[in-house]
């Protein structure tokens, strides 16, 4: 093997590991944010609110499934370790809860603020990892971003959407 396809091959393992860890942060991220969404359901007080978190927990169940069946395409178990920047994410959330207790009305503003924090985390994750998964030839591995990228979308346009709602004066 002459040193250039040597070198080619380094540059595809390392971006092959590359695409795996980013996968597995993003599974380890829709996993704890499970627990976090029902945390917020109970804690919202606007009835649009608590059915568009209670969607939301139900498509990341799938967007879970959809990380898992990744993992199978590229025939490789996920190790699962902290993704630091959803677990900060994840943290601030549940301290905006805690610090806006007395008034419901805030309190569901702040669930707002965190969840679209959370949603633009997600979706940036998604949207390059899209462009990954086709520069590598994982094309049906893209498909399954695409589709949680899209709900992703909808999830923030359906924030945004409550939030004129919930803030109006």
């Known amino acids: 093997m002459s040193r250039e396809q040597s070198d080619k091959t380094k540059k595809t393992?390392?971006?092959h590991q590359l695409f795996v860890e980013?996968?597995?942060d993003m599974l380890w991220a829709d996993e704890h944010l499970l627990k976090l969404l029902r945390e917020l359901e109970k804690a919202a007080e606007n009835s649009s609110l608590?059915?568009?978190l209670n969607k939301h927990l139900t498509q990341t169940v799938i967007h879970v499934q959809r990380l898992r069946e990744m993992f199978e395409k590229l025939k490789q178990q996920p190790k699962l370790e902290k993704c630091q920047g959803m677990a900060g994410l994840i943290a601030e959330a549940e301290l905006l809860v805690e610090h806006t207790d007395?008034?419901?009305l805030v309190?569901?503003?702040a669930i707002i603020m965190a969840m679209q924090k959370i949603n633009q985390y997600?979706?940036?994750s998604y949207e390059t990892m899209v462009t990954f998964a086709e520069q590598w030839g994982h094309f049906s591995i893209k498909e399954l971003l695409l589709a949680t990228l899209k709900e992703k979308w909808q999830t923030d346009t359906e924030l945004a959407n409550i939030a004129v709602i919930v803030m109006a004066p």
């Open 13 to 15: 393992t390392q971006f």
């Open 122 to 124: 997600e979706m940036a």
């Open 107 to 109: 309190r569901d503003a």
């Open 50 to 52: 608590k059915t568009m």
């Open 102 to 104: 007395r008034n419901p």
């Open 22 to 24: 980013e996968l597995q």
